[in-house]
Nanobody
């Protein structure tokens, strides 16, 4: 089973930026679909963004469109979520996920379609 590990969360003031990283325990071919989700206290897990592991075919939730961007460092085989112009409502635990049954398929916004998850990293507004 592939293990995912997120990092990069922390305290940030409104308007600030953070870069979250997602690393897999095994080599992931670029065509597999990955996603970023978040969960705030007392709320359901919410879709944030998705792409293929190669960071192409990106898709973003309306709430983050224009502020968040998915990129990939090929040398490190790491996928990043760049978060700019952060808002208090972005406070949540952020998770990266993979759908290991979806190779070059359409990206999904449904967390139930993803079958490998990281442990999450906390992003908190410090304003």
């Amino acid at each position: 089973q592939v293990q995912l590990t997120e990092s990069g969360g922390g305290l940030v003031q409104a308007g600030g930026s953070l870069r979250l990283a997602c690393v897999a325990s095994a080599r992931i071919f670029g065509g597999y679909v990955m996603g970023w989700f978040r969960q705030a206290p007392g709320k359901d897990r919410e879709y944030v963004a998705s792409s293929r592991w190669s960071a192409d075919s990106t898709n973003y939730a309306d709430s983050v469109k224009g502020r968040f961007t998915i990129t990939r460092d090929n040398a490190k085989d790491t996928v990043y979520l760049h978060m700019n112009s952060l808002k208090p409502e972005d406070t949540a635990v952020y998770f990266c996920a993979l759908d290991l049954t979806n190779y070059y398929g359409d990206v999904s916004t449904n967390p139930h379609d993803y079958n490998a998850w990281g442990q999450g990293t906390q992003v908190t507004d410090s304003s």
